[in-house]
């Protein structure tokens, strides 16, 4: 009778902990577009960072904006917005490598980590993504264009993850700003 109590208590257990883990991961999402959530890409970017530092190995972001996500939403609903970043939430995911991470950071806002790679190799990677969104555009025939602005930074050492941040961002909107200049 003991050896039968304790295997139905180790099988609870472990059925118990499966359910905890996968609410666990659950949590760890953003909602709309399954992507790493703010608290938990803060958390994944901070060890990158630590682990940046101790193996002197090289690591970079992009601050990704969604281009005019707002007239999206006036022009057919916040369903379809809703839509349009989670198209462009799957296509980054799809298309940078394995060890690489996605997490919302806003509203129409994502930072993409790109670990072991400097800035130009970060470039190459997010040209996959560019060229994905270019061939959803043409291929699915959306009432409108989705488009994105990123802007790029590199770590290095002893940098903050607000400072790597917001010079990412700043980069992005010198890029948004040259989008903007080069076809009005």
Request: hydrophobic share 40%.
């Amino acid at each position: 009778m003991g050896n039968f109590l304790n295997r139905e208590l180790i099988r609870i257990i472990k059925k118990q902990n499966a359910k905890i883990s996968k609410l666990q991961k659950r949590m760890s999402l953003d909602f709309g577009t399954g992507v790493l959530n703010k608290e938990q890409g803060f958390i994944r970017l901070k060890k990158e960072m630590k682990i940046c530092k101790k193996k002197k190995v090289p690591m970079s972001i992009a601050f990704v904006d969604v281009d005019s996500l707002k007239k999206i939403n006036d022009n057919y609903g916040h369903c379809e917005g809703d839509r349009a970043l989670n198209i462009i939430a799957t296509i980054m995911g799809r298309n940078i490598r394995k060890d690489d991470f996605v997490f919302r950071y806003g509203g129409d806002e994502f930072i993409v980590v790109f670990r072991n790679s400097n800035i130009e190799e970060a470039k190459e990677i997010w040209d996959r993504v560019v060229d994905r969104i270019n061939e959803v555009n043409f291929k699915r025939k959306l009432p409108y264009m989705i488009s994105v602005s990123a802007g790029f930074a590199g770590y290095k050492e002893n940098t903050s993850i607000r400072d790597l941040i917001e010079y990412a961002d700043k980069n992005m909107y010198k890029n948004k700003m040259f989008k903007y200049y080069k076809y009005a």
